[in-house]
């Protein structure tokens, strides 16, 4: 069982302009199960002769069963297809679109608190699951390999060098959750802690963060309490000078708690194998499984 | 983005926020002829965006708009260095001159998106004319904080909540609690990411001012606000910043390193400076090009970095997803030879089109040497160094 995502997966993308279009064709390349295309005034054409495309998500979910949907529209439109996706009652969403207002995120989170959805981003590369080939998102399926190491990340790219790591000292992934690295964020590092946790196939946890914020020091707080699966983490930034950001709208050193030192004193008190370089998670992580 | 205080002040105005009568001047001609208007002690303020000023000279009182002239004669064109800016400081092009208030209490209030919250939050201290970190530090349980509810906003019970933590008199209580709603209104209904009033005062007759203003625009957001898009002074920032904006990269200059690095993504970008330091040399910069960078795009990129007069080495270091390697290499190619530049390089490119990338480098004849992946790139970065010597 990988977490989030998985065979059942039926997903939908909305937005299929350039970026969208090159996304949507590498997942499905992928062999994840697309079934949905939602983009305004192609309905009834067909993406790549295939996916039937929709004007409306509520009509894409009726029509195809779609269960999971990821968005590639721009910046503006983000915070209304979000919303668009959770009223259809998409079991997951992923928003991969960076750039949207955080003060449009402050109002998703609020309108989504009782709703049924998970929502993962804003600004993220969204999920994979290598064994069910499942894949949600923009993380390259051709650096990953099937395994038991379950990945989170507030950063794309980190996530994908641990995903490269982790291969090279032979270790697979269950799950590479990336949760996005702006401030106003859906699914933290402590929900998909807690997935991680209770997942049979996931043995163990790389956890990636950054400067900003203290969603590390919660993520601490929850492994000291409720996980007992090993931890390697690794916390970007130690070397970013205080109040300039860092290009993620999250990533800003605006107090102590922001600070990468702090983060990681408040991981390796929770017992976490905290290590100095980002360079060092797949060395580490092999250390640690023996 | 950052704005002017003269600018913030028209935005308070706007909302009706009280401020102190003031008004901007480009030449010490005007600025006496403000002072003379206002009458009285003025106050000279110098428009930069940098905090510290005060500190340095940037703010002072005078007592005649001769007076007025005069300092504002030695303010305009020139450069205020303060703890906020680099060693060259930031132009000086406008000064402000504003009335002079008699300050009963100096108070602090502010707005901050908290994004553990997910809502904009108010924090308010009695602490005014201090930096809040330093509240934060010495007396936390001074800041009293009050979030905003992201539907409804901020309701007058809280604003009011919030005036009497700030032991408001009794008869501007209800003065200060319309500010504060007021103040909430500016930061949502213009995008803001910061306002703050430090210091917010209470006069001796009993009115609340906000005496200095601080507002920063979400960048993000800029999209629906065309009129305050406009406030931007390129040349309060740094010129390779200025470049970068242009070029819709995400770069920072970071003062004093002498390794320039290249990166895509924003994470990998910070994990690339940190392991430049691990390995014994400041990072020159933070950059990220981004996942659908051009070969144009690329080419700036590499000539920002060469034009940092601190940078001796470049780090590349690329992990390709949405990026192609090999367009990246063409672009690097491109502009090293453009500029001659004999700047030793340290590669690392996996991901899409690696191989490609690698080999458009290692025909290039540039001085290059390769690297295998992060670790490999702090271990070769490092060798390299040494045979550059020097320190930092």
């Given at each position: ?5 998985g ?45 039937p ?6 009509k ?13 529209v ?29 003060l ?32 949600v ?41 990336g ?37 590390e ?13 090993p ?53 580490k ?6 | ?13 706007k909302?009706g ?6 008004e ?62 680099g ?15 008699d ?8 707005i ?13 201290s ?7 970190e ?26 009011r ?11 501007a209580?209800?003065?200060?609690t ?72 995400a ?38 090009i ?34 192609r ?10 502009a ?6 004999t ?31 992060l670790?490999?790139?702090?271990e070769?970065?490092?060798?390299k ?8």
């Amino acid at each position: 069982m990988a977490i989030l995502v998985g065979e059942n997966t039926r997903l939908l993308v909305q937005g299929l302009g350039r970026d969208g279009s090159f996304q949507a064709n590498r997942t499905r390349e992928y062999g994840t199960n697309m079934v949905a295309a939602v983009h305004p005034g192609r309905d009834g054409q067909k993406f790549e002769d295939e996916v039937p495309y929709f004007s409306t998500v509520a009509k894409a979910v009726e029509e195809t069963g779609a269960n999971t949907g990821v968005i590639f529209v721009p910046a503006p439109f983000a915070m209304d297809a979000i919303i668009e996706q959770v009223d259809a009652g998409l079991e997951l969403v992923v928003c991969i679109t960076e750039g949207v207002p955080v003060l449009d995120m402050v109002k998703v989170m609020q309108y989504i608190k009782d709703k049924p959805t998970r929502l993962i981003g804003s600004n993220c590369p969204g999920v994979l699951s290598p064994a069910s080939k499942a894949k949600v998102g923009i993380v390259p399926g051709n650096i990953v390999q099937p395994g038991n190491v379950g990945v989170v990340s507030r950063s794309g790219t980190l996530t994908y060098e641990a995903i490269a790591q982790l291969v090279q000292h032979g270790m697979g992934q269950s799950t590479c959750v990336g949760i996005g690295g702006d401030p106003v964020h859906g699914t933290t590092f402590t929900d998909v802690l807690e997935l991680f946790q209770a997942d049979d196939e996931t043995e163990a946890i790389v956890l990636i963060g950054e400067i900003g914020g203290i969603r590390e020091q919660l993520a601490a707080d929850y492994i000291k309490e409720h996980v007992t699966k090993p931890v390697v983490a690794a916390i970007a930034g130690s070397s970013a000078p205080a109040g300039k950001r860092m290009g993620h709208a999250g990533a800003i050193i605006t107090g102590k708690a922001a600070l990468a030192s702090e983060k990681n004193k408040a991981l390796e008190a929770a017992g976490v194998h905290v290590v100095e370089s980002p360079a060092l998670i797949g060395a580490k992580m092999k250390e640690v499984l023996g | 983005m950052n704005i002017h205080e003269y600018q913030a002040k028209e935005i308070l105005d706007k909302f009706g926020v009280p401020t102190p009568h003031a008004e901007v001047a480009s030449t010490p001609a005007e600025a006496k002829e403000i002072a003379y208007r206002i009458g009285g002690r003025v106050v000279v303020k110098a428009q930069v965006h940098a905090g510290g000023r005060g500190k340095v000279g940037g703010v002072k009182l005078v007592d005649s708009p001769e007076e007025a002239e005069d300092v504002a004669a030695g303010l305009i064109g020139s450069r205020l260095v303060t703890k906020q800016t680099g060693a060259n400081g930031v132009p000086v092009e406008k000064v402000m001159i504003a009335e002079t208030l008699d300050i009963k209490e100096e108070l602090y209030l502010s707005i901050v998106i908290d994004g553990d919250v997910g809502a904009p939050v108010v924090m308010a201290s009695t602490e005014g004319g201090m930096e809040i970190e330093e509240v934060a530090e010495a007396t936390p349980e001074k800041i009293f904080r009050v979030a905003g509810d992201p539907l409804i906003g901020l309701t007058t019970y809280h604003a009011r909540d919030i005036a009497l933590a700030l032991e408001i008199p009794a008869k501007a209580v209800r003065q200060a609690t319309k500010l504060i709603t007021d103040l909430y209104n500016v930061f949502i209904e213009n995008d803001c990411s910061l306002v703050e009033i430090n210091p917010l005062i209470i006069t001796e007759d009993d009115k609340v001012v906000a005496l200095d203003a601080k507002i920063n625009i979400e960048d993000d957001a800029l999209f629906r606000h065309p009129d305050l898009a406009q406030l931007r002074d390129p040349n309060q920032q740094d010129p390779l910043e200025q470049r970068a904006d242009k070029a819709d990269l995400a770069y920072v200059k970071l003062e004093g390193g002498r390794v320039g690095c290249m990166v895509n993504g924003a994470g990998l970008a910070m994990a690339t400076m940190d392991i430049t330091k691990a390995a014994g040399a400041d990072p020159a910069n933070f950059l990220d090009i981004g996942g659908s960078a051009d070969q144009d795009r690329i080419e700036e990129a590499f000539k920002i970095i060469i034009d940092d007069d601190d940078v001796e080495m470049i780090l590349v270091n690329l992990f390709a997803g949405i990026a192609r390697s090999d367009v990246v290499a063409q672009g690097i190619v491109a502009a090293a030879k453009e500029t001659n530049a004999t700047v030793p390089m340290v590669v690392a490119m996996r991901g899409t089109n690696a191989e490609e990338g690698i080999q458009i480098l290692a025909d290039s004849g540039l001085n290059i040497t390769g690297a295998p992946d992060l670790a490999g790139a702090a271990e070769v970065l490092k060798e390299k160094l040494l045979e550059l010597g020097g320190s930092n």
